[in-house]
């Protein structure tokens, strides 16, 4: 009996190496690699702002054709929806260098106009994406007292016109970017059109004549978003 059972250990002992080399190797699982969370912007909220940049006026303006310093404020609220769209409304108001610019007749009528405000009340819609925000914008349009005056030869001379156009309309697209929590930057361009103004009395060489208002504007901004849809989040 002694015998048999040292026989039956030998052979376990000799058969557990050669089963060991038959088994296949174990299989490497490597660990997951670390993804890092995903932040999440949110557009809705109220804003107030700055902005600085340039107003140029159209062809056929009593403002000329050079380019005018502006600044200014905005403000308004922003709601987005269906993920990556946003609705909202803007109040803007912005102040225009002085210009000394204006038209001189061949008799020597010069015309002049200095008009040094202008806002506006507008709707906007965009499209976001991550922190980025591409928009566009339109609604009324509101500027200051034309101002215009009539000399000739220096000295001021009576004149009539249609009117004053102070109220228009004005379209704008613009990209806006969120670069910090609550903080976002803007770039932007803005038409405002006022209609046209037409000289109905004065010297006879004027009357008749009809200038457009409009406005062109290029201007770069900073809001500071107070965020009641809450604040920049990271989604894991």
Do not use: C
Not at 34 to 39: E, F, G, S
Not at 83 to 99: C, D, F, K, P
Not at 155 to 183: C, I, Q
């Amino acid at each position: 009996m002694k015998r048999l059972l040292l026989g039956a250990a030998a052979i376990v002992a000799f058969a557990a190496p050669a089963l060991a080399a038959d088994m296949p190797p174990r299989p490497y699982s490597q660990a997951p690699s670390y993804t890092a969370p995903q932040a999440i912007y949110n557009w809705t909220g109220v804003y107030i702002g700055g902005h600085v940049g340039g107003g140029f006026a159209g062809d056929n303006s009593l403002q000329g054709g050079d380019g005018r310093f502006l600044g200014g404020v905005q403000g308004g609220f922003d709601y987005q929806f269906a993920t990556n769209w946003v609705i909202g409304a803007e109040g803007q108001y912005s102040w225009l260098g002085t210009n000394n610019n204006g038209v001189l007749f061949p008799g020597g009528t010069l015309i002049t106009t200095d008009n040094n405000q202008l806002g506006s009340a507008t709707g906007r819609l965009g499209y976001t994406w991550g922190p980025a925000l591409l928009y566009g914008k339109g609604g009324y349009a509101w500027r200051d007292n034309n101002n215009i005056g009539v000399s000739v030869g220096g000295a001021p001379v009576a004149f009539s016109t249609d009117g004053r156009h102070k109220d228009g309309y004005t379209v704008g697209a613009g990209l806006e970017y969120m670069f910090a929590p609550n903080w976002s930057a803007k770039a932007e361009y803005q038409y405002y059109n006022f209609g046209s103004t037409t000289f109905t009395g004065g010297p006879a060489e004027i009357v008749g004549s009809r200038f457009r208002d409009d406005e062109h504007t290029v201007k770069a901004g900073i809001n500071y978003r107070f965020g009641w849809g809450g604040p920049v989040a990271a989604r894991y």
